[in-house]
T-cell receptor, first 109, second 113 residues
């Protein structure tokens, strides 16, 4: 089986930075994904890491350390519309894609 | 319309009935997935498929059946619905290759009474 852990909730102020951590233990590894999900909607893709290091995409960055089984999603210059759940997902060798329970981020004015 | 669509969007059924949730994608993606989402559990994988006629169990397959006779369709059947299967169900698809993200349908909200 596999284990993907992330914090349940985080709160931050508009304009601030928030870092959402994800740790995983899987039998194989073929990439780590971050998704955003607004309440009542489907998840949408944010970022992908398969090699160690930082991937930057505008206000969002994602980091991966394969040796530590660790990733984080960094949200900069927070906006009210960033209030959502953020899901960490790991793809195993056979393309099975499994998700953590998600982190609900609340942005306050 | 291009994309991935689920039907119905909402369904209420009675305990013990059989119900099928439909999923259709127009991209000819190889991989398709079914998840259920419940408060506190996030997205849990029910079944996934690597190609037509190839399916594998995920984390929570009991009480569900899938088939994939055509690449574009991946129906999920609850053989005898139970109240514990009340949930939001998401279908997703992705193509082969590293870095290819999964695209999700809009979800089906199923209530078993």
């Amino acid at each position: 089986g596999q284990n993907i852990d992330q914090p349940t909730e985080m709160t931050a102020t508009e304009g601030a930075i928030v870092q959402i951590n994800c740790t995983y233990q899987t039998s194989g590894f073929n990439g780590l994904f971050w998704y955003q999900q607004h309440a009542g909607e489907a998840p949408t893709f944010l970022s992908y890491n398969v090699l160690d290091g930082l991937e930057e995409k505008g206000r969002f960055s994602s980091f991966l350390s394969r040796s530590k089984g660790y990733s984080y999603l960094l949200l900069k210059e927070l906006q009210m519309k960033d209030s959502a759940s953020y899901l960490c997902a790991v793809r195993e060798d056979d393309y099975k894609l499994s998700f953590g329970a998600g982190t609900t981020v609340t942005v306050r004015a | 319309d291009a994309g991935i669509t689920q039907s119905p969007r909402y369904k209420i059924t009675e305990t013990g009935r059989q119900v099928t949730l439909m999923c259709h994608q127009t991209w000819s993606h190889s991989y398709m997935f079914w998840y259920r989402q419940d408060l506190g559990h996030g997205l849990r994988l029910i079944y996934y498929s690597a190609a037509a006629d190839i399916t594998d169990k995920g984390e929570v397959p009991d009480g569900y059946v899938v088939s994939r006779s055509k690449t574009e369709n991946f129906p999920l059947t609850l053989e005898s619905a139970t109240r514990s299967q009340t949930s939001v169900y998401f279908c997703a698809s992705s193509e082969e290759g590293r870095g290819t993200e999964a695209f999700f349908g809009q979800g089906t909200r199923l209530t078993v009474v």
